[in-house]
């Protein structure tokens, strides 16, 4: 079957650096998607991962092993602001998106 | 980035009633939709897969005849809940994947209320 683990809640410190991992193993890969979700909110696009290595985008980055069936995000400089839920998901082979259940990240001052 | 706007934001309705909802991708052509809903402190879950011009995917165990979904356009899909009952009330939120496929973009969501 397929699967997407992520944890479901990580504690950071303000101004820190958190890294949320996800695993998967799905039915094909054509990527791999970050979003981020306020509660009450839909998610928003954070990053898209296709191809191995790392991809920077400000405060976040996110990484890719295909070969591992492994990412992650990595945030840093965390904001208050950045205490939400981070959504892991992949595309299969069929394109359909694979969610995992979320991790809610906690940021304390 | 591309925009997918939802309508309504939030609304209630009496039991038995049916209310609908609408998605629709403003700056592209959305060939792909896919409805979810989520309850509260949950993950998304995905009802149903649409691609334009053809009848939705139904995931398992959601009943496409309480959950209608047309997506007759590139730009516009619908979900109409049938008959709702307060066990209906939940987060509905929509998302539009081009033909890229390199990105899912969200509506802002319906908050659905039965009362």
């Known amino acids: 079957g397929q699967n997407i683990d992520q944890p479901t809640e990580m504690t950071a410190t303000e101004g820190a650096i958190v890294q949320i991992n996800c695993t998967y193993q799905?039915?094909?890969?054509?990527?791999l998607f970050w979003y981020q979700q306020h509660a009450g909110e839909a998610p928003t696009f954070l990053s898209y991962?296709?191809l191995d290595g790392l991809e920077e985008k400000g405060r976040f980055s996110s990484f890719l092993s295909r070969s591992k069936g492994y990412s992650y995000l990595l945030l840093k400089e965390l904001q208050m602001k950045d205490s939400a839920s981070y959504l892991c998901?992949?595309?299969?082979?069929?394109?359909?998106?694979?969610w995992g259940a979320g991790t809610k990240l906690i940021i304390k001052p | 980035g591309a925009v997918v706007s939802q309508h309504p934001s939030w609304v209630i309705c009496k039991s038995g009633t049916s209310v609908k909802i609408e998605c629709r991708s403003l700056?592209?052509?959305?060939?792909?939709m896919f409805w979810y809903r989520q309850f509260p402190k949950q993950s998304l879950m995905l009802m149903a897969t649409?691609?334009?011009?053809?009848?939705?995917?139904?995931e398992q165990g959601v009943e496409k005849d309480k959950f209608l979904i047309n997506h007759a356009s590139l730009t516009l899909s619908t979900l109409t809940v049938t008959s709702a009952h307060p066990e209906d009330s939940s987060f509905y939120i929509c998302?539009?994947?081009?033909?890229?496929?390199?990105?899912?973009?969200f509506g802002q969501g319906t908050r659905l209320t039965v009362v």
């Open positions: 649409s691609n334009e011009g053809s009848k939705a995917t139904y």
């Open positions: 998901a992949v595309m299969d082979s069929n394109y359909q998106l694979i």
């Open positions: 991962n296709v």
């Open positions: 700056d592209f052509q959305a060939t792909t």
């Open positions: 799905t039915s094909g890969f054509n990527g």
């Open positions: 998302s539009a994947m081009g033909d890229s496929h390199t990105e899912a973009f």
